[in-house]
């Protein structure tokens, strides 16, 4: 294996390590508004 692609290789573990720990530690916020919506009777097949 050429030393590009160990370098190449190890970035991308870097990254995907670094993403995967960012959305595992991110608190998103629940939505804070209740959100309501009247379907018309013709979107549904009878």
């Known amino acids: 294996m050429s030393p ?5 290789l ?3 573990a870097v990254l995907l390590t670094g993403s995967a ?3 595992l530690s991110w608190e998103i916020a629940p939505p ?3 959100i309501e ?4 009777d013709e ?3 009878r």
Not at 4 to 8: A, N, Q, V
Not at 37 to 40: Q, V
């Open 43 to 45: 979107r549904f097949p």
């Open 10 to 12: 190890l970035t991308l």
């Open 21 to 23: 720990l960012f959305l």
């Open 32 to 34: 804070t508004e209740r």
């Open 4 to 8: 590009f692609t160990r370098w190449l």
């Open 37 to 40: 919506m009247t379907l018309p």
